[in-house]
């Protein structure tokens, strides 16, 4: 299972960005999806994660109310819709699959992900 992340960029503060998570494994709708983010010197952080069937979506606290998970099973690419972003949310961004036999199934930590895409960098700055 391939997965392609891309949509990152530079952002001035309180912008949005809409990151793009192509995912190869079939059905799609049996692979639950993460984005977790790593800025230099930390740890990889949950961002959001989405279950199969799109219907539960999980959000870190410090993203609720900004970013939004969304999913196209049709085109087997996952979404994270990202507005009022600030200086903080600088980070390289991944998402992650996982397959899974229920539709209605998320996982909220990096170790339960065995798909890893490439990773595309998000700068808030002005």
């Known amino acids: 299972v391939q997965l392609q992340a891309s949509g990152g960029g530079l952002v001035q503060p309180g912008g949005s960005l809409r990151l793009s998570c192509s995912v190869s494994?079939?059905?799609?709708?049996?692979?639950?999806v993460g984005w977790f983010r790593q800025a230099p010197g930390k740890e990889r952080d949950l961002v959001a994660v989405?279950?199969?069937?799109?219907?539960?979506?999980k959000y870190a606290d410090s993203v609720k109310g900004r970013f939004a998970i969304s999913r196209d099973n049709v085109k087997n690419t996952a979404y994270l819709q990202m507005d009022s972003l600030k200086p903080e949310d600088t980070a390289l961004y991944y998402c992650?699959?996982?397959?899974?036999?229920?539709?209605?199934?998320?996982?909220?930590?990096?170790?339960?992900?065995?798909?890893w895409g490439q990773g595309t960098q998000v700068t808030v700055s002005s």
């Open positions: 992650a699959a996982r397959w899974t036999s229920s539709t209605r199934t998320s996982y909220l930590r990096s170790v339960d992900y065995n798909y």
């Open positions: 494994g079939r059905p799609f709708s049996h692979y639950a």
């Open positions: 989405i279950t199969g069937s799109g219907d539960v979506k």
